[in-house]
């Protein structure tokens, strides 16, 4: 998968946007982008279809874009988006939805060592998608099986981590260069916070964030992959290379590299509002999902400090003894209710095959929010993007395609352990023991 540029938008994207004005009127205003049935009422529609998700987010290009290009193939279906930009958040609220039975229509979903429980309430994808499902990619399709074999989701884009964001007009300014080694980064941290500015703004508050940098960062230490035998009780947590993993997670703490009081930093909006985008940061890890700050149709730079700055992309400097490369898998997936009606099942299939292998599909991946999991589609961007944009883009595909480590864990009949590493990650970098808290994860 290449990206290419492009001198027109996908079809049917300009209607889209003219069609969605209405819809945009009804964006939250305050600090989050979260939307509920208040905020955007669903169209008229035959039949009304309730999706609740983390993605896609409110700005122009992406649900009121999508949604109106959906509805203009099908009229007849409205749909009623609730949206919690804060991933724990959603899962909250998805989970009080299963408890009460009131399961969504259609619901996203992550792979990883919780997919199992959310697919229980999935409508088996053999039902609806078994005419097309074909053209997306085996690896991604692998990734929604549950470990009894049933394809419960339908995967809709691959992300990747550990990468991050930076300021090019502020390196410029400061004389800095990017590093690409462990000692480099924490050099340059010194020099940053000379400067009195925060090297790395690191959401450590979240969970999530913190699993997802430890898994990447553990895969450079022996051989690497020994995280996923933990994962499947093969080893024990505190083997001495994750052990080693988790000295030099809490070294970024202990050395400046990350903020101060990282572990109370959420990544979204603080890390990203308070830090990168307000300039009080240079650098930002996060996935490959961010790679379009940097281009023009970004909808989080305007109006913030870094709107005029030239910002890049770039996979993180290894951490450990070798470069593993980042880790990759499929960051977002759908789900259909087997509780909702065979009405609303097949109209929510319909969005659902818009999504993966439709239009919906170019449309998303262009704005680089993940990439494609469809074979035949690429991303596309606009003439005039900046040669740094281009390379940036071109960077993360690339690392993506070479990829040879999952992003998530799978642990049967654990679905908390992303939760439970990213809390022992917490303590470590408060502080405490690597060993004593990797070995609490023990079974």
Not at 146 to 168: C, H, K, S, W
Not at 174 to 188: K, Q, S
Not at 399 to 413: E, F, H, I
Request: some cysteine.
């Amino acid at each position: 998968m290449t990206p290419t540029r492009r001198t027109h938008r996908s079809h049917g994207l300009a209607a889209a946007l003219v069609a969605s004005s209405l819809l945009l009127s009804a964006c939250s205003s305050g600090g989050t982008d979260d939307t509920t049935s208040e905020d955007t009422p669903a169209a008229d529609g035959a039949v009304e279809l309730v999706f609740d998700s983390w993605l896609p987010t409110m700005d122009p290009l992406q649900w009121p874009a999508l949604y109106a290009a959906f509805q203009e193939e099908n009229p007849d279906i409205s749909i009623t988006f609730n949206r919690d930009e804060d991933f724990d958040a959603f899962k909250t609220q998805l989970d009080n939805k299963i408890l009460a039975d009131e399961v969504p229509d259609i619901y996203g979903i992550q792979v990883g060592s919780s997919f199992d429980d959310y697919a229980d309430y999935a409508l088996d994808t053999s039902e609806y998608a078994s005419g097309w499902i074909d053209q997306l990619s085996e690896q991604a399709v692998a990734q929604t099986t549950t470990t009894d074999g049933t394809v419960a989701a339908v995967p809709i884009l691959n992300a990747g981590m550990e990468y991050f964001l930076y300021n090019q007009t502020l390196m410029d300014e400061m004389g800095l260069t990017l590093p690409t080694t462990r000692d480099e980064v924490f050099a340059i941290a010194t020099q940053i916070r000379a400067a009195g500015l925060t090297p790395f703004a690191m959401g450590a508050a979240d969970a999530w964030h913190d699993a997802d940098f430890f898994v990447w960062l553990s895969n450079q230490y022996g051989s690497g992959g020994d995280i996923y035998k933990a994962a499947a009780g093969e080893i024990p947590w505190d083997s001495d290379t994750l052990v080693q993993a988790g000295q030099a997670w809490q070294e970024l703490f202990t050395n400046g590299v990350f903020e101060d009081a990282a572990t109370t930093v959420n990544t979204y909006p603080m890390a990203r509002d308070d830090y990168f985008m307000a300039r009080r940061a240079v650098f930002m890890p996060t996935g490959s999902w961010h790679v379009g700050a940097g281009l023009t149709i970004s909808p989080e730079t305007p109006g913030t400090a870094v709107e005029n700055d030239a910002l890049g992309m770039a996979d993180c400097p290894p951490g450990g003894e070798r470069d593993a490369g980042v880790t990759a898998g499929v960051d977002f997936a759908l789900a259909i209710s087997a509780s909702s009606t065979p009405e609303k099942q097949e109209a929510a299939a319909k969005f659902v095959e818009f999504m993966a292998v439709g239009e919906g599909q170019q449309m998303w991946a262009d704005t680089l929010q993940g990439f494609p999991v469809a074979k035949d589609v690429t991303v596309h961007l606009d003439e005039g993007e900046s040669d740094l944009a281009q390379s940036s883009v071109d960077l993360v595909t690339e690392t993506l395609l070479a990829a040879q480590y999952d992003r998530k864990l799978v642990s049967p009949g654990r679905d908390s352990l992303e939760n439970d590493l990213g809390v022992v990650l917490q303590n470590i970098a408060d502080g405490a023991d690597p060993a004593t808290e990797l070995a609490t994860l023990n079974q």
